[in-house]
């Protein structure tokens, strides 16, 4: 196991360091820095979990996401732009670079701008597609808020999302009051493409379509997408588990739809939105607050009690009896908490050469949980193959961050001393038997041989003759 000195120096750094698991440092590019005054609360939520903002411009000479090769931001959030492009310092490759150094982006989106052309080749590269025209509002004639849009039903009234996947709504919609709604004004639906590091959060209801609201026909022949084709709110979580968010509609994020009041059609009563929460967990989301899994340390050891049993032997024999043991802890907003997984989900541990030898599920080890800390154990037996061996877990689901662990170890043939004598071997006793027969015919031949007298021979006379 590893030393309790490093494991509670890793604790410590972890208590003195901001909210988010990856750093505080906000770049906040909007069109125009007047802009922040209808996002106060918004922005106000991220100063009071501990985020330090930076306003900037894409026109901005001092605006840049590196400096000299390292990170100059932790997280970026991208507000809608009029111009065609974002600058030079936020070039699709630019950014693209940005998530690979592990940092995060959250991107929104209007109907009422165009999406610039580097934004739209940028989320291209994520397998997102947006509108042909780059623009697009999206519509619902049958959700939508009847106070505010009872013309133009461009402002969707949805539920909370989570109804079918459990794991967005552990995130995004967990305690939700039954009775509050998400609003979403003036929006852009997204296409999804089947990357698997695609997950969307909020789709758009089966009634819903976007068009192009510059084409004012009678009738809309040519639809970008309809129903649950249309993604109104989608992250993407990298394979090095950097992470992006993309809001089909910036004014969501508006003080005047936080805590404001909306009238689904049909309804006897206004209810409050949900917007403000779920803006703080997309968001929170994204700038790893919430859904960061961390290794807390690893052990496996002989199934033996004696001295010589050592913690994490790097050479085993084979057909030795082997358990693994893993400590998983789950950062949830400002604390670590024990990862417990979820019901209807596996954790497994992978004995492999070049292929998996064993596959066994991890199961829960109380033994050595704590509540900050959860632990998972497996007992397997090793094959009856010499080399080199991993002890793997590959654990990658959506809205939790990636574990890949991999322990090498060797392992060797029995010693000539460690084989089973033969008498313990009961096919052996034939063959014993047949030798011990052998043997004592033999020493019953040679004492015959060597006690019996021979036998008295007779002497002859002979006559003679003259």
Known sequence: MRSLLSFFAFLFVAAVSAISTTGDRLLVVLDDVTEKAGYSRFFGD?????????????????????????????????????????????????????????????????????????????????????????????????????????????????????????????????????????????????????????????????????????????????????????????????????????IGSVEMLQDSWFGAEVKKIGATKAVKTFNREFAKRVSGWTFQETGVLRVNWIEHHLNEKSALNESNPAIYRIKNDVTYTISLSEWSWDAWTAFTVPTNDVLQLEFSMLSPFHRVALGFDPSHSTPEAAAYTASIKLPDQHGIFNFKVNYKRPFLTNIEEKNTVSVRHMAHDEWPRSFAISGAWPWIAGIGATVAGWVGFVALWMYSAPPALEKKETKKTQ
């Open 46 to 246: 991220l100063e009071s979990r501990g985020f330090k903002l930076t306003f900037e411009t894409p026109k901005s000479e001092t605006l840049a996401l590196f400096r000299l090769g390292e990170r100059a931001y932790d997280h970026v959030i991208v507000f809608p732009s009029k111009a065609k492009g974002l600058g030079p310092n936020l070039t699709p490759n630019i950014l693209l670079d940005f998530l690979n150094a592990n940092g995060n982006i959250l991107v929104t989106l209007s109907s009422g701008s165009t999406a610039p052309n580097s934004l739209v080749t940028f989320l291209a590269e994520l397998d997102i597609q947006l509108p042909t025209e780059r623009t697009g509002l999206v519509v619902d004639h049958f959700n939508y808020d009847s106070a505010t849009a009872s013309d133009t039903h461009d402002v969707l009234v949805l539920s909370p999302p989570g109804s079918v996947r459990p794991e967005i709504k552990n995130f995004f919609s967990a305690g939700a009051p039954a009775d509050q709604l998400l609003a979403f004004p003036h929006g852009m639906g997204a296409s999804l493409g089947h990357g698997e590091l695609l997950a969307p959060i909020l789709r758009a209801p089966r009634t819903a379509y976007s068009y192009n609201p510059k084409e004012q026909a009678e009738v809309v022949d040519d639809l970008f997408g309809a129903g649950e084709q249309l993604a109104l709110v989608s992250t993407v979580q990298a394979r090095n588990s950097a992470r992006f968010a993309l």
